[in-house]
């Protein structure tokens, strides 16, 4: 057969152009936790950025649960950083939320959801707040979200921004989440993102059997270390190399 160069340039852009809206669908979640929604979500801002972060720096890198993936689409990441950040938001590293603390990268926001196996009626626990972000993911995945932070001034603000955006299902407090939230426990996931020397004993016990911890672990140099609970005994995984903010007690003063 003889195709010419026209015609085949001509048969891939009618590819690409079926294609597309196949593309646009795929991450476009029908069904955000965010209350009426579009009113002050910022939603239309940043969307091309934030469909790029999606498709380049998290699905081209292995992440696949669709969900996690449409969370991520969802939650507008520049209104939880400072205005001088907002332009770099969706850019593929962690950005600066104030008092010597980060948020950190998309993808291993990403990586995190989608290693704690998060489903629709599962009640999470997060431990550092920060901003709220990765508070935001787990609200659109999970159906309860509790997170806690050392620092009452980004406990503070996480809760205003969250509040805007309108998640009625997250709820943060100030303190020291070594401790866990015994209140609300068994736990069905639980997302750590400051990292300690060691795994702390309470959120082990306040894991519920089945539930996953997913937590960075260690001093300068720290690993996700994948926590299962089994009936009968607890299995540990060592999984990719991270650097987070070290884990603080309460002792400390700020
Ligand atoms: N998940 C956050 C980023 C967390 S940065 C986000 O999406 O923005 C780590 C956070 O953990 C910091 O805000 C830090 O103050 C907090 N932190 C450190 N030690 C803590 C502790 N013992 N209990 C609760 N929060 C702690």
Known sequence: MDFSLTSIALLYCCVLILCLPAFAAEITPNSSKIQGQNSNSGMGQFESERRQMVEYQIRHRGIKDERVLAAMYQVPRHQFVDSPWKDFAYSDRPLPIGHQQT?????????MSETAEISTDAKVLEIGTGCGYQAAILGELAKQV??????????????????????????????DGYQGWAEHAPYDAIIVTAAPEKIPQPLIDQLATNGKLVIPVGTWYQ?????????????????????FVPMRRKLLQW
């Open 103 to 111: 948020i950190s990268q998309p993808y291993i926001v990403a990586y």
């Open 223 to 243: 690993d996700i270390i994948v926590l299962t609970k089994t009936e009968d005994r607890i299995i540990k995984e060592k999984t990719i190399p991270v650097r």
């Open 146 to 175: 509790y997170s806690i932070e050392i620092i009452p001034e980004l406990a503070e603000r996480a809760r205003q921004t969250l509040a805007q955006l309108g998640y009625e299902n997250i709820e943060v407090k100030t303190g």
